[in-house]
Structures are given as C-alpha cells and as structure tokens.
DNA sequence: TTGAAAGCGCTAACAC
DNA sequence: GTGTTAGCGCTTTCAA
C-alpha cells in the first residue's frame, strides 16, 4: 500500500478529492460523502468541520467517479439536424432549460443530416452513457433509430415519429389540413407542396400524406408533380419550382413543409418578380420567431414548442427514472394556424 | 472475494464490460484494453478473437470509467446566451462541428443571461470536468470569469473578451467604424446607436465607445442620450427610442449592437409608420443569415463565424493539449461591411 | 505476447 | 455517528 504522499511537484496540479477533504477535517470519505449529499446522520460539529474542509479545499465532487458508481450521469443527449434552422434552435434552448431545471446537462450534436455523422455522433453519446437522448426533427434513416431501441437506452423523438419509441410531435394532419383549408377558404384550388430535403424522412411522407388528402377534402385532385423539393441552401435550387410557377396553370399557392423553406421561398420567388401574396400565396409550418416579423409575415402552422420540449423532457425523465419496460407513449400535439400577409386570395 | 455470478435476474440489464469481453474470449482485460486501444502487442489470433466477442456482446466501452482513470473526458462545456438568437445558435453549430472533428462532444448550457443560472451551469460542467469551456458571447458578470480562470480550466471567450483568458473577437472599434463611416458617406450626421441588454458588458462598452470615437473621427460630436437600450423581447419596449425619434431633430440613422436587435427594430420602427430606410437607415452587427433575405435586407457588420468558432476550438485544444501555462493567446479578426437595402440617404 | 495488480474518485452496505 | 471495505469499468506499469 502506498502512501499518499504530496510529491510538492508543482507542474502537477491535482484537484482536491474526497480523500482530502476528509484527511483534512479528520473524517472518512464516507462521511465527507454523506455531508456532501445530505445523507445518512452526522453531527453537526463533523459536518461543520467538513465544509470547512470543502471550503478551504475548493473542493467540488467529481461527476465522473460519481457517474461510474452509479450507473447514472445525469447526462442527455440532443441530436439535431440543423441548429441553423430556427425551429431547432428555439426546441434546443427549450429542451436544455426543462433538462436542467431538473439536474441534467444536455450534450449537443449537430448533424446536418449525414447519415454517418449522425452514427459516430450517437456512438460517442452511448459511450458517454448518457441518460437519455433526444432526436429532434431527425432526419436519420431508421437504421440508426432501430439500432438505438435496441441499445435499452431512454429515447425520445422529438418533432418527428417513430411507432416504437416514446415521441411528440405536433398533428400533421391536421396542422397541414389547416393549411390547405385556409388556402381553400380564399379561393384557391391550384395548390403546392414544397417540402425540405433536410427534413425528417417519415414526417415529410406524413405532411406529403396529409397535404394530398386536404385536398381530396377539399374537392381538389392532388398532383404530384406540384409536391416538389426546395433545398434552401443549395445555391441555385428551386430551378424546376420555378419552372412549375412559369407554366400557365401554375399554381396561386404553396404549403411549405416548415418556416425555414418557407422564408427562403419567398425570397426565390420574390428574385424573379413574383409577389408574395399577390402572385402566389405562401403558408409555412412551425411557428418560428421570424415569421412572425412584419416584414416577414409568414402564415403558418404553429407548433407548440413549449410544450413540445417540455413532454419530451418529462417522456425522458419518466423512462430514465422508472424503468424501460412500458410501451412507447406517444403524444400528439395540437398545432394552430397563424394567419398574416403571406396568405390573400388568387388574383 | 465475491466470484461474478450472473444471477439471471432478467431485470438487471447490465451493459457488457471489458471483463465480459475479457471472459468471452478467455484473455484478460489488459489484452482487450489493447485491441480497443490499438496499443501494445496482440497476435493475430487473439486480436480475432477479441473482436468477434466485442461484436458478439455488443462491448461499448464505459467513457465514464476511460475518463476517470484518463483524467480527460474530452468534453467541452459550451455557453451561451441566448440559442434563439441565431448569432449565438449559428455559432454553436460551428463550434459542436469543429470539437467533434476533434473527438470531442459539446455540452451546450443556455444561460438567457441569468447570473445565477449561468453560475449553476458553470458549476456543473465543472463538476462533470469537461476539458475546457468556451463561453460564446458571454453576458455574465466578471465574477464568474475570474472565478472560472481560478479553476485552471481552460477557457475562450467567443466574440467576447477578456484579458486575462484567450478570447478570439471581432474588432469592435473597425466593426463600429465601417457602420458609422458607410452611414457617415450617405450623408448621415444625426446617428443614434442601440444596444441589446443581453449582450455582455465588455462587448457593449466596446461598441458604445467606438461608436462615439467613430463619431468624433467623422467631426460629429456624440449625445450621450443617443445612445439607448432596446429589449426586443419585452414587449411594449422601445418607448423611449420612440420618444427619440419623434422629436424634430431626430436621428436618421441608427448603428444597431446586434442584427437580432436591428431586426426587430425595424418591425418596431414600421409598426410605428417610420420607414427603414427612406425616414432612418439602419445597420446591424454580425451578419446572421436571416439578415440578408431580401425581405430584411439589413446592411451589417458581418462577423467570420467560421473563423470565430475554428479558432476558438483551436485555442481550448492547445490548451487542453499542451498545458496551461502560456500567457492569454488574443485574436481579433477583421469584420466587413455587407451594404443590403436598410441604409440610403436622409431625406 | 500476455496477465496480475494497483489505482482513478466516488458510493453504499455493513460494522463498530 | 462514523469508519471499513468492496466495488463501478477502465488504463497502465511491471512481471512473467
């Protein structure tokens, strides 16, 4: 057995352990341990000594060690396709003050929707054995998401949909019905779907899904040649959507898939001389903060994003605190239409 | 000495260890730490037979355990104000890119500015021992910096500053010149400026006084009331920029701290019947994306985010990686002016 | 080329 | 009330 003996190098500077502390007010770890987390019985003159200790000392627990002994990091991980996407962005800070309110710290990873950065992402949060993970508007393949349910590691999809994981997300259904019925109401019937190819592969089929049957109801016979996709950060895109609203019988109306598409649309549009409303109406999906500026003026279907990371956080806390074992719950969310000046009746 | 006896109770998932690994295939955890590490020497053979027990048991190895026998976690701790401004979220986007090229995974805490929660979280990346931190745009009081720079943790000051830590910012004083000069060569001489209150304080004093050395060196003497505070999130703020502006000799022109700021002070401004930029021009600071959609078309200072973040990931990875002990490393990078639609002559 | 053993800093029975 | 002890899952000498 070694003793511990202070070498004095100075170059190697050591944080001050339990062991210090206890060696310094003349305790043993355990009790420096159960003052530290309020547990089991000390006198108060022990414990009075031991903070002395801690306050002299500096000392501050070590997450780590904590961590290994009880299985437990009090760790999250949120992965996102695109913190430059408002949407993702406003949900992050959302889902980060709820995890913390409760004692979790939250790991961030970014992936823009590559597949094999989304792997070595979530690799490096298994072996950080986070607590949980949130995967929010994913954009992943759900090869990656199979594989993650079959980790026994608390999951929830935040934004998007899985039928065998826990999940929030608004209604597309009815959120894009919204959509379509407003545009309706002001009298068009020649429709579009833009949608976003960073989005979430099975929410872009659902919203695909929901715009064709709002316009069944509608009475209107769905194309599909007028759901096209819009990627906003390809510099030239949009080449055969303007193509499309170069045809005759183009259409007065588009329903974007979310805000940020949407706002970049009525930027392409705009650059080739057409108007926002009065040539072709727009709608967008998501409730973001800038479509709510005046200049901006974006109709959309709002998501409840307070309510949205709130869930997910109580969905994560619930599995990570009571167990796996209970079948995925599932929650949808009420979106509502915000209408302003992006939206007005065809010419 | 107690043997390891699975005792097959199904409920008590435990993920496998390296010792499961080691028993499987009947070497010792040393040799399996060697093929996971690629270190040492292991035959062929063994090595074979190693990894198909890794892929047999699924083997993750325990970051938590590798750390606290490491004494690195290679985790950085990110803070930062406000996600939902999109400077601070374009820039953790970068920063998360940059660390995990480097293997490094990203805690992201969202302070809103709150002193205490920014301590607390602070507090618990220390706890969790993230190899450095780097805090983005920081509107926190001193005391936690120099608290911070007590802890030998290292840290950089993104777009903020410092003098005792590393920092990597824009240059204020050119930044604040080139909006000033640029409203100064249109034929501005009344030019107010406004500041974010959740911008930190070093940062806002910085442009504050470049401002009104920018003024002097163009032969205008600055009012020290011309110089205003705007919370675009309280609503019903801005009255007394209002006030200003409605008085016969008001500004023509306003150098806004931020383009989040400059954003939302057009929408107030219009919501007011005040035209930007035909009744007062307009210039924001750092060039954040929705800032030049043609809708917005707001003139900035525009920051080189790529730059801010890469540099800032270098600067914690040569600390981490090579010691404490060099003196503060400063880096100022050079700001341009982006001239969109919000700036014109005054009337 | 491989293994045994000693920790990393902490928690949690269980003695005393 | 307080201390002893045995790990948590890993890395790393040092022998063999």
């Known amino acids: 057995m070694t003793a511990k003996i202070d070498d004095g190098a100075p170059s190697a500077f050591r944080r001050p352990t339990i062991n210090?502390?206890?060696?310094?007010?003349?305790?043993?770890?355990?009790?420096?341990?159960?003052?530290?987390?309020?547990?089991?019985?000390?006198?108060?003159?022990?414990?009075?000594?031991?903070?002395?200790?801690?306050?002299?000392?500096?000392?501050?627990?070590?997450?780590?060690?904590?961590?290994?002994?009880?299985?437990?990091?009090?760790?999250?991980?949120?992965?996102?396709?695109?913190?430059?996407?408002?949407?993702?962005?406003?949900?992050?800070?959302?889902?980060?003050?709820?995890?913390?309110a409760h004692e979790y710290t939250t790991l961030v990873c970014n992936t823009g929707g590559h597949a094999d950065l989304e792997a070595s992402r979530i690799e490096a949060l298994l072996e950080h054995r986070v607590d949980g993970i949130?995967?929010?508007?994913?954009?992943?393949?759900?090869?990656?998401?199979?594989?993650?349910?079959?980790?026994?590691?608390?999951?929830?999809?935040?934004?998007c949909w899985s039928d065998y994981a826990d999940c929030v997300a608004v209604?597309?259904?009815?959120?894009?019905?919204?959509?379509?019925?407003?545009?309706?109401?002001?009298?068009?019937?020649?429709?579009?779907?833009?949608?976003?190819?960073?989005?979430?592969?099975?929410?872009r089929r659902a919203r695909v899904a929901a715009f064709e049957r709002a316009l069944l109801r509608s009475g209107i016979a769905p194309r599909s040649e007028w759901t096209l996709v819009y990627d906003a950060n390809e510099?030239?895109?949009?080449?055969?959507?303007?193509?499309?609203?170069?045809?005759?019988?183009?259409?007065?109306?588009?329903v974007a898939a979310n805000d940020y598409t949407a706002i970049r649309?009525?930027?392409?549009?705009?650059?080739?001389?057409?108007?926002?409303?009065?040539?072709?109406?727009?709608?967008?999906?998501?409730?973001?903060?800038?479509?709510?500026?005046s200049r901006i003026g974006l109709t959309t279907v709002a998501q409840p994003r307070d309510d949205l990371a709130r869930t997910a956080v109580d969905l994560l806390r619930a599995?990570?605190?009571?167990?796996?074992d209970a079948p995925p719950a599932q929650h949808r969310l009420k979106p509502r239409l915000v209408v302003r000046g992006s939206t007005g009746p065809p010419r």
Chains 1, 2 share one sequence.
């Open 20 to 100: 210090d502390v206890a060696a310094l007010s003349g305790v043993s770890k355990s009790t420096v341990s159960n003052v530290m987390r309020g547990t089991g019985s000390v006198s108060a003159a022990t414990r009075e000594r031991v903070l002395e200790a801690i306050a002299a000392l500096g000392y501050r627990p070590n997450a780590t060690a904590r961590n290994l002994v009880l299985r437990r990091t009090n760790l999250i991980g949120v992965v996102v396709g695109d913190l430059a996407n408002a949407f993702d962005a406003e949900l992050v800070k959302r889902i980060e003050q709820c995890a913390s």
């Open 134 to 159: 949130a995967l929010l508007d994913f954009s992943g393949d759900r090869a990656v998401i199979s594989k993650l349910l079959g980790e026994r590691v608390p999951v929830v999809m935040v934004s």
């Open 171 to 203: 209604d597309d259904m009815v959120g894009i019905e919204l959509a379509v019925r407003h545009l309706v109401e002001l009298g068009h019937e020649r429709i579009a779907h833009v949608v976003d190819p960073l989005m979430e592969a099975g929410t």
């Open 235 to 254: 510099t030239g895109g949009g080449s055969d959507l303007l193509a499309l609203v170069a045809r005759d019988d183009h259409p007065t109306a588009i």
């Open 265 to 293: 649309l009525i930027a392409l549009l705009e650059r080739n001389a057409i108007a926002v409303p009065r040539d072709i109406s727009l709608v967008g999906f998501d409730g973001i903060d800038v479509s709510a500026l």
């Open 319 to 324: 599995r990570i605190e009571s167990g796996y």
